[in-house]
């Protein structure tokens, strides 16, 4: 009888691909259709549609296709030679960090084989997730140098769709702009980009995946029409003029993934989708690889690493803390007052703590100086300089100032990664690309900057008023699509001051995902906590088994729970100025078990904080108050 229904779906399957020329996910609530649109000349275009409680809604109804080749175009006059039949892509693998530890790649995929009017193939493959869609094109000719023109894959959005996203900017620094109807604006974007479907309870989040040196980086540009965004090579000025903006090609090949997260807002959340795509790990050995948290100087004293006494604050504030590294960042080559770089590592290691090094990325691409500045440049002054630091015991290198996502940066970034994991180097890139799946396949990449973070209270005072609804926004967008390295929970005061609640600093440490996690406050900020917050910052992961969005919405307020082994950790925000009653539910917890609950809440005033000890089961619910801008943030651990 089982096989008779297996026979029969695939029956059905087929025909319904061979005449509608439509991909299903797996769970059958995702489909995305292959359409033919004849006007002077032929074009195909894809549209996506979501199902959900048995509505069906259109998520976008039109994705133009295509690609300019500099000996000819890959969009009009296409002609679809053949559609290949579904087949079940189906990957398990394991992440060392980041949301989630156990991921599974499971998709149905379809070829489209297309051919132009002079006879030259290009393939469309296309694959419906159950949180989403990737699409990629193929040249599969085996021979052939080219320069990419351009791209013509385009995303319809009406205006009556929210969208929160962020101005295109090389660093990935800006705030996010929610925008609706008359509110949109005509301009370029960075990724990744949310959109909430009018009148649907479906969101989407646009995004690319498994770049590599055989393209650049894209963004999304409206500026001709404001309802279609178009995929949009660098400017030719990024980094300082350097580099080619059209990429260089040689066949066959294969073109980045197009990424759309698709579902609710808690399976955007929860999506591992632009690491599941991208190209598997490429190291062997992985076992010197350690996630941790980094007390870091920079925040508190921007000159700090020149300053060998402030070095060793920082490396004992990690000690007692009980955090894995300290990070010397710039201006560590001229560190004076006592000590130079190789009695700071001295001193950090016998500590019991792991040492962290910046470097500038260096080159003509950026105007920044400050040195060192040329080790990175090239294969042999890489080489060269991990030699040196694995004989040091430096753990791992920050690597700052890319300032582009032409083909040549996006090479350089990778060949950083490869040459650091021949000295098992770990590598944290800042000032950098938004995640683009690396981390699957370079597991020693930690994270990435690639966000307006805390070292932003530095640099301007608006910062202190965007902070709070920026963060709620953050879980939904840039840290859904890899480690983001904020520079989280701050209770002092760098330059410019807060007005967060320390409740709502402590929450960030559970509610930014970031392998690297680097703790931003000066030691004193740590050392004056209560016992339970400063418990709470010594016992927290750094790389989790998984993740649920527990509730919020962008903009408003956010509440996500994290798991790792049998603990869970809760943290939630209210980026508002009012104060709210927030409802806990613990829906994600083991059924019939007893877990201890160490709640660490606002308290009277934005720099008190209260504790309280419950024991909750799955059923449970439990109310907290948040000051305006305030926060909470809560361990799980299960009562044997």
């Not at 795509?277 to 010197?288: C, F």
């Not at 956010?558 to 508002?576: F, K």
Request: hydrophobic share 35%; with cysteine.
């Amino acid at each position: 009888m089982n096989l008779r229904l297996v026979i029969l779906l695939s029956f059905i399957s087929f025909t319904v691909y061979s005449q509608t020329k439509a991909v299903v996910s797996p769970n059958q609530k995702i489909k995305i259709e292959l359409v033919e649109s004849k006007t002077d000349q032929t074009n195909w275009y894809f549209k996506v549609n979501y199902l959900n409680d048995g509505k069906a809604s259109g998520v976008i109804e039109r994705i133009d296709l295509g690609l300019s080749r500099s000996d000819q175009d890959f969009s009009n006059n296409l002609t679809l030679l053949k559609t290949s039949q579904p087949q079940l892509v189906k990957e398990e693998y394991t992440a060392i960090h980041g949301k989630r530890s156990k991921r599974s790649n499971t998709a149905t995929e379809v070829v489209f084989y297309f051919e132009t009017s002079a006879k030259a193939k290009m393939n469309i493959v296309l694959r419906a997730y159950n949180d989403g869609v990737a699409f990629r094109y193929e040249f599969p000719e085996a021979k052939g140098s080219f320069v990419m023109k351009d791209e013509f894959t385009s995303y319809s959005i009406p205006k009556t769709s929210a969208r929160w996203m962020e101005t295109w900017n090389t660093a990935n620094e800006r705030t996010y702009i929610e925008m609706k109807g008359e509110q949109v604006q005509n301009q370029e974007w960075g990724y990744p980009a949310l959109v909430h479907v009018s009148d649907s309870s479906c969101w989407f989040l646009l995004h690319e995946a498994d770049v590599n040196g055989n393209y650049c980086g894209t963004k999304l540009s409206n500026v001709v029409d404001a309802t279609k965004y178009k995929l949009t090579f660098p400017n030719p000025d990024d980094a300082r003029g350097t580099g080619k903006s059209a990429p260089n090609i040689t066949l066959p090949w294969k073109s980045p993934w197009r990424v759309i997260i698709i579902g609710s807002l808690a399976d955007i959340v929860e999506s591992t989708l632009v690491d599941d795509v991208s190209t598997p790990s490429k190291l062997q050995d992985t076992d010197w690889i350690k996630p941790g948290l980094v007390s870091w100087n920079y925040w508190s004293s921007n000159h700090g690493t020149k300053d060998y006494q402030i070095v060793r604050e920082f490396a004992d504030l990690a000690a007692k803390m009980g955090w894995t590294y300290t990070l010397l960042d710039w201006e560590w080559d001229t560190m004076g007052n006592g000590g130079d770089l190789h009695d700071a590592v001295s001193y950090i290691r016998s500590k019991g703590v792991k040492p962290l090094l910046w470097y500038n990325s260096g080159g003509d691409h950026t105007w920044v100086g400050a040195t060192p500045k040329d080790r990175m440049l090239n294969h042999a002054n890489r080489t060269e300089e991990f030699a040196k630091l694995q004989k040091m015991g430096v753990a791992g290198v920050k690597v700052d100032f890319f300032e582009s996502e032409k083909q040549n940066m996006i090479q350089y970034y990778l060949d950083i990664l490869e040459d650091a994991a021949k000295f098992k180097i770990m590598v944290y890139f800042h000032g950098c690309i938004v995640p683009r799946g690396w981390a699957r396949t370079y597991p020693h990449l930690m994270t990435y900057e690639a966000v307006k973070g805390a070292e932003w209270y530095n640099n301007i005072p608006e910062f202190t008023f965007e902070a709070p609804q920026h963060n709620s926004i953050l879980p939904f967008t840039r840290n859904v699509v890899g480690s983001m390295d904020y520079t989280p929970v701050t209770f002092t005061n760098s330059q410019h001051t807060h007005i967060t609640s320390y409740g709502h600093e402590l929450a960030l440490s559970v509610l930014f995902e970031s392998a690297l996690q680097h703790m931003a406050d000066r030691p004193d900020g740590y050392y004056q906590l209560q016992e339970e917050a400063k418990s709470f910052l010594k016992d927290i992961p750094s790389a989790w088994d998984d993740i649920k969005l527990v509730s919020g919405y962008p903009g408003k307020e956010v509440t996500v729970a994290r798991r790792r082994g049998a603990d869970w950790y809760i943290a939630g925000i209210n980026s508002e100025d009012m104060e709210k009653k927030q409802t806990i539910l613990f829906p994600f917890l083991t059924e019939g078990k007893q877990y201890k609950l160490t709640l660490i809440t606002d308290g009277k005033h934005d720099k008190d904080l209260a504790s309280q000890y419950l024991v909750v089961t799955r059923n449970s619910i439990v109310n907290v108050a948040l000051l305006r801008r305030g926060g909470f943030a809560g361990s799980l651990k299960p009562i044997e």
